[in-house]
């Protein structure tokens, strides 16, 4: 059956070879495939921002400075029509002449020449318009068969050169297969339908079926009028010119105006005739000599396959203008003229209007305005979003072409809240994502991953799931689609299983498959990220389902340990497992699956030559991610201290590049890892006269996690060992006291950059006072017990808080700073 269908499809393509190798370059063009490596890193930033850095569109029913392509359809529609209006009016009054005057008046009268002459004139004229009327309905089905030539044409160039060999694979297979899986899949290539498909397939003769291609009718027709405009052209003149309508005798009053009326008529005919022929002279001068079509494709953009677009569109407007108004024509353009046939019941039509409308919400010239008429048409968006759902092969590029608009359309926020505000759009986006799992069997078993093979090859899974992806991607940005997303029954399992990953796949660097599963999942990373970073109780919710799903950390954990060819790939990674970290069972579950936390340790505390940019912003990234894992959490601090970087990251505490995120780590292991850990923790001492020295020259946020770290380092030290580092650091007490002072006077209000700086002064100003009572008086001469005061009239919720999710703070600390002033102007006090 399929081998059948192979060979109808093989029939039907009537492109060149040579159109056949530009249609491939075309289409090759407009792949979302990764040519390079590099690509795959900087491909999607564009995309992700493209709709807001699309230049000024230029408006097609707008004033503008250079005027939409189609307005040259349109114009030459409009003076064909009035040479064509013009033609029929004369026409109309020569056959009235003839049928009343001369045939009514003189038709016993008339020379026999005459009247075979009128005669032949009028069937001739009558053969004209007979033609002429149906010549419009005849290149309307041409474009037609050449749509379906089209769409042949791309199944063709999309199997290559191996198309041949991959379908005799798939034969053998039937052959092989179950029979009842054989006859299902029969049953689903012979779905029926109660209409053709095409009305191409209907065919006159059963055994002439040439006879009903569209092109050689509408040919035929053509021809056909140019004939019989020229024989009225050479009768009329040969009448005119001859002059020989017979004499007039004396007295026959009857017949005195016959001469002057054979004369009215045979020029009312050379008129009609002489204007046609001018009209189709001006017709092949604009389409043959001057190549107005082509350039019209040019100018849009489009392929190849585009003339059918541009020919079918001009035929249209050259109707309307026809057979209504003059006005019509001039009145259309090529959206809502692609929009009207998208929404037409012919495969055809809806191929054709899909290809215009994502041809030009590609283009950057007319993105704006495409997008724009897209967007405010509610039932051309649902429209688009139920093709989504369109799985037949036959239908794959009306399907692709939904999924690009849409991908474009959704980039506007406006426009993303429609899309996703339709009923089931969730749904239909989530049927591009091909299901690569199948249902386990038993309770305590899950599907295995399903793979495509060579008989799936010729339907694009991997271009449809990365389209999936890109929409919901752009959808995500608003926090509403985000908890769609979320609702959506299967869709976040999806999005998970694509962002598996191995070694083969991201150091293979030439296969294209290869290529595209890469965009595939740094697709599915991205919006994984842009999920788990939402704020409120849809973040909160969105990050407990996806810490969930049993793939996700372990999915994460192998792009991670296999992703160094691609930096921005273990970011996104990293940034996820931060986000992740805000939920406390998440951050066990992280720190309990093997190799994460040492992956993060690798990266982060790796040592190169030479780092680019991309590089050193991974590193920073595993920073955050290990202190967000730290948090609150007794057990990853065990596993952290279990795998004996302790000195390295003392160490870090000099590299300007990760001293921060180093700091912040080490303090949350001296918080949270318990007494027991305490010996653990010894070699941490020497991390002081580092941390000393950073709050006495440091910048804000240096200074912010060097006093969060010295205040946690004193608590392990005694008073001596505690003077030993300030004089291996070279900062006296005094200098340190009155830094602490000057921070406090600096930042006489909360600070939205540096939180918790007010409090590590107050916490690392009570350590000292404690220690010595001199420092009391030290503390009092410097003015501090001003500065608390002036801290306990503008403490805010901001200073309690360690991290945030947006606005809304997460690890609220047990003392209040309010408490923290409070107890330190106590001590001042006794």
């Not at 296999?562 to 970290?581: V, W």
């Not at 994460?596 to 780092?611: A, D, P, Q, W, Y």
């Not at 991309?614 to 202190?627: L, M």
């Not at 309690?800 to 606005?807: C, P």
């Amino acid at each position: 059956m399929d081998s059948e269908k192979f060979g109808e499809d093989d029939r039907s393509i009537r492109l060149q070879i040579l159109e056949l190798q530009k249609l491939e370059e075309a289409r090759a063009s407009s792949d979302t495939v990764l040519e390079f490596r590099n690509s795959v890193e900087k491909r999607d930033s564009g995309e992700t921002a493209d709709a807001a850095s699309v230049s000024s569109a230029i408006a097609f029913h707008r004033s503008s400075s250079s005027p939409a392509p189609e307005q040259k359809l349109t114009l030459l529609a409009l003076r064909l029509a009035i040479l064509e209006k013009i033609a029929t009016c004369l026409g109309t009054l020569g056959f009235i002449w003839a049928t009343v005057v001369l045939l009514g008046g003189f038709a016993i009268t008339l020379e026999k020449s005459d009247f075979w002459f009128i005669t032949i004139i009028l069937l001739i004229e009558g053969t004209r318009i007979f033609s002429r009327s149906h010549e419009l309905e005849w290149q309307h089905q041409a474009t037609w068969t050449v749509a379906g030539v089209g769409i042949s044409s791309f199944r063709a160039l999309q199997s290559s050169s191996i198309s041949l060999l991959r379908n005799l694979k798939r034969i053998s297979r039937l052959r092989e297969r179950d029979c009842v899986v054989g006859r299902q899949e029969t049953f689903d290539d012979l779905r029926t339908t109660r209409t053709w498909k095409k009305s191409s397939e209907a065919h006159l003769l059963p055994y002439a079926r040439w006879l009903y291609i569209s092109s050689y009718v509408s040919r035929l027709l053509y021809w056909l009028q140019l004939l019989s405009a020229t024989a009225c052209v050479a009768l009329s003149s040969y009448k005119l010119v001859r002059h020989d309508y017979g004499d007039v005798q004396d007295g026959e009053m009857d017949e005195r105006n016959r001469q002057s009326a054979l004369s009215i008529f045979y020029s009312l005919a050379l008129a009609e005739a002489l204007l046609f022929l001018a009209e189709k002279a001006y017709w092949e001068w604009q389409v043959n000599v001057c190549s107005l079509l082509e350039n019209v494709t040019r100018e849009c953009g489009f392929g190849v396959t585009g003339m059918v677009s541009i020919k079918r569109f001009f035929y249209d407007a050259y109707s309307k203008s026809v057979n209504g108004s003059i006005f019509d024509g001039v009145k259309m353009d090529m959206v809502s003229f692609a929009m009207d046939l998208l929404a037409s019941s012919s495969s055809d039509e809806q191929l054709i209007g899909a290809r215009i409308l994502r041809q030009f919400a590609v283009n950057e010239r007319y993105a704006d305005d495409t997008l724009e008429k897209i967007g405010i048409n509610l039932p051309v968006i649902e429209r688009l979003v139920e093709m989504l759902n369109w799985k037949d092969v036959q239908e794959e590029e009306i399907r692709r072409s939904s999924a690009e608009i849409l991908s474009k359309l959704a980039g506007k926020k406006q426009n993303s809240l429609r899309v996703a505000g339709i009923s089931g759009a969730m749904e239909s986006i989530s049927s591009l994502l091909q299901s690569t799992r199948s249902l386990g069997e038993a309770p305590d078993e899950i599907g295995e991953k399903k793979t495509f093979h060579d008989h799936h090859l010729q339907y694009d899974f991997w271009r449809f799931n990365n389209l999936g992806l890109l929409i919901l991607k752009k959808l995500s940005r608003d926090h509403d689609n985000c908890g769609k997303i979320g609702n959506t029954r299967g869709l976040l399992p999806k999005i998970i299983d694509f962002t598996h990953t191995d070694a083969t796949l991201l150091k293979d660097e030439d296969a294209d498959m290869v290529l595209s599963r890469v965009l595939t999942v740094k697709r599915s990373l991205q919006l994984v990220k842009m999920l788990v970073s939402m704020s409120g109780s849809t973040g909160k919710c969105l990050r407990r389902e996806i810490s969930e799903i049993v793939f996700t950390v372990s999915n994460l954990r192998d792009v991670l340990r296999h992703g160094a060819r691609y930096p921005k790939l273990q970011k996104l990674g990293i940034e996820i497992l931060s986000f992740l970290a805000l939920e406390e069972d998440a951050r066990e579950r992280i720190g309990v699956t093997g190799g994460v936390l040492k992956e993060l340790f690798n990266i982060f505390l790796r040592s190169k030559t030479h780092e680019d940019g991309n590089e050193s912003r991974v590193r920073i990234a595993a920073g955050e991610a290990i202190a967000m894992l730290a948090l609150e959490s007794r057990s990853n601090c065990v596993h952290i201290l279990n795998l004996g970087v302790l000195g390295r990251l003392v160490d870090a505490l000099e590299a300007p590049l990760v001293r921060v995120n180093a700091a912040r780590v080490l303090r949350n292991l001296c918080v949270y890892s318990g007494r027991e850990c305490f010996l653990d923790l010894r070699f941490i001492k020497a991390a002081a006269p580092t941390a000393l020295k950073s709050i006495t020259s440091g910048d804000n946020k240096l200074q912010e996690v060097m006093l969060g770290l010295a205040t946690q380092l004193f608590r392990f030290m005694s008073s001596e060992e505690a003077d030993v580092a300030l004089m291996e650091s070279g900062i006296k007490k005094h200098e340190l006291a009155n830094s602490l002072v000057s921070i406090l006077k600096k930042h006489d209000k909360p600070a939205i950059r540096v939180p918790r700086i007010r409090r590590f002064v107050i916490e690392l100003a009570i350590w000292m006072m404690e220690d010595d009572v001199e420092n009391v008086v030290m503390f009092r001469d410097l003015g501090m017990e001003g500065e608390l005061e002036k801290v306990l009239e503008t403490t805010a919720e901001l200073e309690n808080f360690d991290v945030f999710s947006g606005t809304v703070g997460v690890s609220r600390n047990s003392r209040t700073v309010h408490l923290l002033a409070e107890l330190a102007l106590e001590m001042f006090d006794t």
